[in-house]
């Protein structure tokens, strides 16, 4: 079994930043591409950013120059780095990876539970 806990969610005022960490335990082969999505009230989850094993990053337009997606590998774990934060970033931030557990399974699909991120003066 495969857990992603999320941590470094919390208050923070406009124009702020935050780092928040997804590290990545239980039977891990190889961690492929790990992502962070957003659910803000009453709306859909969505994209933010994902990073691939070889570091390669994509973003939502939405935060495209003030969020930054990084990883390290051995730790198993994903971060992400959130500048002039708006209050339009309040959401519940969640961790997503795809896991291959042995070397001989097949990659499955892993959630973490979720960091609340407040952007309010």
């Known amino acids: 079994q495969v857990q992603l806990v999320e941590s470094g969610g919390g208050l923070v005022q406009p124009g702020g930043s935050l780092r928040l960490s997804c590290a990545a335990s239980g039977s891990i082969f190889s961690l492929n591409i790990m992502s962070w999505y957003r659910q803000a009230p009453g709306k859909e989850r969505e994209l933010v950013a994902r990073?691939?094993?070889?570091?390669?990053?994509d973003y939502a337009g939405s935060v495209k120059g003030r969020f930054t997606i990084s990883r390290d590998n051995a730790k198993n774990t994903v971060y992400l780095q959130m500048n002039i934060l708006e209050a339009a970033d309040t959401a519940v931030y969640y961790c997503?990876?795809?896991?291959?557990?042995?070397?001989?399974?097949?990659?499955?699909?892993?959630w973490g539970k979720g960091t609340l991120v407040t952007v309010s003066s």
């Open positions: 990073i691939t094993s070889s570091g390669s990053t």
């Open positions: 997503n990876a795809d896991v291959q557990p042995t070397w001989f399974a097949t990659p499955a699909n892993y």
